[in-house]
């Protein structure tokens, strides 16, 4: 997720309690997008409106994650 930011990222995740929201969005949009694949390779079944239902949240958060960097990006200078 948002590669481009990886190293914004690695120093939210080192910093954890002060960015524990972060990490939550972060950590559940690497879960959604494994449910994602498993689903989309046949690991387990889910129906097309499941798998786009866990896509648009997966996006939610995507976006949701994005503001908190660049806000967390302004806030320290990087």
């Known amino acids: 997720m948002l ?3 990886r190293d914004i990222i690695t120093h939210m995740k080192e910093t954890g309690s002060e960015n524990a929201h972060f990490l939550r969005i972060f950590n ?10 498993k689903a989309e390779n046949g690991d387990i079944v889910l ?7 866990l ?5 939610l958060l995507k976006d949701e994650a994005y503001g908190l960097i660049l806000k967390y990006k ?5």
Do not use: A
């Open 55 to 59: 896509k648009k949240e997966k996006l």
């Open 3 to 5: 590669h481009e930011y």
């Open 28 to 37: 559940k949009h690497n879960e959604l997008d494994d449910k994602i694949t």
């Open 47 to 53: 129906t097309d409106m499941e798998i786009e239902t």
């Open 74 to 78: 302004k806030e320290h200078n990087l």
